[in-house]
């Protein structure tokens, strides 16, 4: 009896356990299963702009100030809708090593990393060295700073919103020869900065075309010109506005009476924070006339001052930067085009960027058959010396 008794409780709870592995899946595992799908979606969801900057070296303040107008539109915009999904818009920032190959490693990782367009750079030298690498992956280069004529000539995926080298160089002679009444200039390069050679001998070329006549001065380190500039009443200077105080010294300890005007890299309030009450005026070109009244720029402002880390960034200061805007303009445009297209697909969003007419902070922004605003225009400069704040005169 005893063991009919245990035979049955065996049966019994053998039953038990066959019932409960056997049991209907819970509600729960249907709620995770739902979970991991929709993260699974928000994951694929995501669109990435590829931020090329190098924040350091010659260019590091103005390739800051370009990432600071990024950070800023993405707050503006930090997600689109493509056929009835949303889509978050992430900035990807190109991190450069020690190593001598740092660029196009750089580049590499941001293709690796699924990036739908290039933004940048500040310093289209170092941009020259990697377009291969983003027209062979099929990603778009939006270059909002300058462009230079060799990168224009040689790829047909780099859309450029303002002036190229040459034009630039062509710009500067025409406002120095008409509306600074220069006639003989001293050209500073820097040795091994693509972007001050080049426009150093563009600028040469098109001043003596006016009639004017023109030096070049080249330096690898330091700069030490003061006993070269008597009798000029200009210095060109297309180089890195960290070497605008140096500059601004020497013109002072030679006693000069000369203006200088820089390039399109001095259009920050950054470039006079080292010198105070300069004797002579300060000129610089610029890409574009931005309203400094307007209401972007009063937010823009405000959004750098309420942040301590963003206004380190900026150079210690809130002012918007002609390059904060142009990038600005840059990711709403690219964020328009995809929106437009429909798709998160390259070849798709190249198309739409390639028709596109778009009126941002900066103007009108529409490209030609070769890439190039139809819109791009410049501007002249002159720094209030006291603030050291550049406004068109």
């Known amino acids: 009896m005893k063991k009919i008794i245990a035979m049955t409780l065996v049966l019994i709870l053998l039953f038990t356990l066959v019932s409960c592995k056997s049991s209907p899946v819970s509600d729960n595992t249907n709620e995770t299963e739902e979970i991991n799908s929709a993260t699974q979606q928000e994951q694929s969801n995501i669109i990435k702009i590829g931020v090329f900057e190098k924040q350091t070296g010659d260019y590091a303040i103005g390739s800051k100030q370009s990432i600071l107008g990024l950070k800023y539109a993405n707050e503006v915009l930090p ?3 493509i056929s009835d999904e949303t889509y978050k818009i992430k900035l990807d920032v190109a991190e450069f090593s020690a190593s001598d190959d740092s660029v196009r490693q750089a580049a590499q990782k941001l293709v690796s990393d699924g990036v739908s ?7 289209n030298g170092i941009l020259s060295e990697v377009c291969d690498i983003f027209e062979s ?3 778009p280069v939006i270059c909002p700073s300058g462009c230079s004529v060799k990168i224009l000539e040689n790829y047909k995926t780099v859309f450029s919103f303002t002036k ?3 034009e630039q160089a062509q710009e500067s002679a025409k406002y120095a020869f008409d509306n600074i009444m220069a ?4 050209v500073i390069s820097k040795l091994g900065d693509y972007i001050s050679q080049t426009e150093a001998l563009y600028f040469k070329e098109c001043f003596e075309a006016l009639g004017a006549s023109a030096k070049i001065l080249t330096f690898e380190d330091e700069i030490n010109f003061a006993y070269e500039i008597s009798g000029y009443d200009l210095i060109y200077a297309p180089v890195s506005q960290y070497y605008a105080s140096d500059i601004i010294n020497e013109c002072e300890s030679a006693n000069a009476k000369i203006s200088i005007l820089g390039g399109s890299a001095w259009d920050s309030a950054a470039t006079l924070e080292k010198n105070e009450n300069v004797a002579f005026p300060v000129y610089t070109y610029s890409h574009c006339g931005i309203d400094t009244s307007s209401q972007f720029i009063t937010d823009f402002s405000a959004w750098i001052s309420n942040d301590k880390d963003l206004e380190y960034m900026n150079s ?6 002609t390059a904060s805007v142009l990038s600005y303009d840059a990711y709403m445009l690219f964020a328009n085009s995809v929106v437009n297209a429909g798709s998160v697909q390259t070849q798709d969003i190249i198309s739409q960027i390639k028709k596109i007419e778009y009126s941002g902070e900066t103007g009108k922004i529409s490209f030609d058959e070769n890439a190039r605003n139809k819109f ?3 501007a002249l400069k002159k720094a209030d010396t006291y603030t050291g704040i550049f406004a068109i005169k």
Do not use: L, M
């Open 79 to 81: 997600e689109i809708e």
């Open 117 to 123: 367009v290039i933004i940048g750079s500040f310093d």
């Open 137 to 139: 992956a099929g990603i």
């Open 164 to 166: 190229d080298d040459f």
């Open 183 to 186: 006639r003989k200039a001293v």
């Open 316 to 321: 210690g200061n809130s002012n918007a930067a």
């Open 376 to 378: 791009r225009t410049s």
